[in-house]
């Protein structure tokens, strides 16, 4: 059975290129009520651009079509197909792009706002899903879901007392955890074959570290114009299955200078769990 990951608009292992991008912000009520989770981005400068890096067997686009939008470039592993997301007729979270089957590995995705109309220049992006063929072995469910409470799969370092738990309503179980220490970290423990991490971002967000099963380390940055909860801060797939034990590291990396200081977990879901 084919695995769907989801990931919003302002999730940090998301690029953005160029200078017209802007959050959809929570208190437009002509927008937000219809983008997922109150949050997208939009743009409607030529050449501002999205990319993601992805390993799966497809990709999917979402977001609005509107009367000011127009044309895009898709560049999908080199190859570049244009579209357009024009209708005449107000259209939200709508699929915009839909990538051919890929055979399953790495790919690249760069989205690029190309608007041939001048009244049509608007790019706006809701989310996307990443698919991804099953796992080559058995697995008891087709995910779990781990809270940040969850002290059996979560360690907490240098300790739980330099993380805080709060509360957030718009997080899974209502709480999240945070930290602002500059050796603020936390190891999930799991049993799967991929995983993703959820937490949230905002103006006083930090960098951030990620390391799984002491491999490279990768850094994404928290910072976002606009508060967001329930945002993919990490995602990893094709990862040896069969019981196999996989420890994700995430480390906070604050700028004190510009107070972009918070890393911010909200709960981590596992596929593929055999345990």
Known sequence: MPVNYF?????????????????V??????????????????TNTTGDSLEIN????????????????????????????TASTYSADAKWATRFYNSPNLNRGLHTLVITDAPKLQNRTFLS????????????????????FVDDTDESIFTYLPSRSSWESMPDTLSLGGTLSRTQSQIGAVEIRFVGSSIALY???????????????????????????????????????????????????????????NGHVWLEIDYAQVWGNTG
């Not at 990931?7 to 959050?23: F, K, M, Q, T």
């Not at 912000?25 to 939009?42: C, E, F, K, Q, R």
């Open 7 to 23: 990931i919003d608009a302002e999730s940090p292992i998301l690029s953005y290129s160029g200078s017209g991008w802007r959050p």
């Open 25 to 42: 912000l929570s208190t437009d009520i002509d927008y937000a009520p219809h983008y997922n989770n109150g949050t997208g981005m939009y």
């Open 54 to 81: 992805f390993f799966g067997t497809g990709i999917s686009l979402y977001g609005s079509k509107l009367s000011d939008h127009g044309q895009f470039n898709a560049t999908l592993d080199g190859t570049t197909t």
């Open 125 to 144: 992006v809701d989310y996307l899903t990443v698919q991804d063929s099953a796992p080559p072995f058995p697995a008891k469910q087709p995910s779990l």
């Open 199 to 257: 937490g949230r971002v905002g103006q006083s967000n930090a960098q951030y570290w990620c390391s799984i099963d002491g491999g490279v380390n990768i850094s994404y940055n928290s910072f976002a114009n606009e508060m967001a909860s329930q945002q993919t801060l990490y995602m990893a797939n094709n990862l040896t299955g069969g019981g196999a034990e996989h420890v994700l590291r995430v480390w906070n990396d604050p700028t004190v200078s």
